[in-house]
């Protein structure tokens, strides 16, 4: 775990979300904190470049400005570098990470629309001879990962669904910046402004709208949790009749521990539909939450298949505009 100042502590756990809309958001923080902008922008670009941080930025609500899926592929172990640098090379993939399970290499496909998702699938299914197992979103009960770092672990929030009419032209360039994350200078929004040719006041105010109608579902610091001593996290799933789902998925995120909670497409050979993930800093207690989690009633004769995190082979923001794809390395 990198060394982190107490200012560290205080910027990665309290501002996760609700980042200050205004037009110097850092100097707001700064004063929220009794610090300088200057030290506040100068720790934000230290725990980006040690790699503490993705980003400042924001997270956007899945398949509202874009289409995303979940996919896996069952690589054999001698393959799994190649393969993990196939799948990397996708700029559309944004999230990709080795587990423990047949299922091994899984990773978060993210495009503009759907043709340029299926398109991404079929080019690694091509490039590494392996099927991609598919599992497209059904529905969230909570896909805020925004979880304090200290203290006790408090439930999360049922989901709610994003209003699609707030969506303007001109938004998807706004997102794509900000899942890139902000540019860590003092007025960042006016240097957003000036790339898009829009003024301060209009991108604040979009923004604003954006997240008003949840299609932005936080904004703030993006961290990386295993940098921060979270490494064992598991992603669970549950084999339960469809039926059930809905009541299990709102049992579980009212359960402390779960960090994420949705329901997926089920696929030949993936019988799972619901889908949570526990952060932890150590495997037995990640383990002790989902035994927790499995005497639940709504999920006492559900079957869990935990898939433990081994290792993180990319994480960047979401790809809401199109862009080149690279060439895997040999």
Known sequence: MAFLTPLDMRLLD???????????????????????????LMRLVQLRDTGTMARVGATC????????????LSVPEWRIEEVAQIVGSEPGVNHSYLREDEWNIWFVATAPDAD????????????SGLRVLNLPLQRAFNVDL???????RHVLKLDQPADLDAIREGDRAILQTL?????????PFAEIGARLGMTEEEVIARIAALSEARIITRMGIIVRHRALGWRSNAMVTWKLPLDQVEAA????????????????????GWEHPLFCMVHAKTRSEALEVIAAA?????????????????????QTGAMLQARPVLEAAE
Request: overall charge negative; some cysteine.
């Open 179 to 187: 899942t890139d994350g902000l540019p860590l200078v003092p007025q």
């Open 14 to 40: 309290e501002w996760q979300r609700d980042l200050p809309l205004v037009a110097r958001p850092f100097a707001a923080m700064a004063q929220m904190l009794n610090e300088t902008e200057d030290e506040v």
């Open 249 to 268: 998925g709102k049992a579980l995120i009212r359960h402390p521990g779960v960090t994420l909670c949705y329901e997926r497409r089920l696929s030949e």
């Open 294 to 314: 499995s005497v639940l009633p709504e999920l006492a004769e559900a079957e869990p298949r935990v898939l433990f995190s081994i290792r993180c082979f990319k």
């Open 61 to 72: 609500r899945p398949n509202t400005v874009g289409a995303s899926t979940l996919a896996a």
């Open 146 to 152: 925004g979880f304090r770092l200290d203290g006790p």
């Open 116 to 127: 340029t998702l299926s398109a991404i699938l079929e080019r690694i299914a091509e490039r």
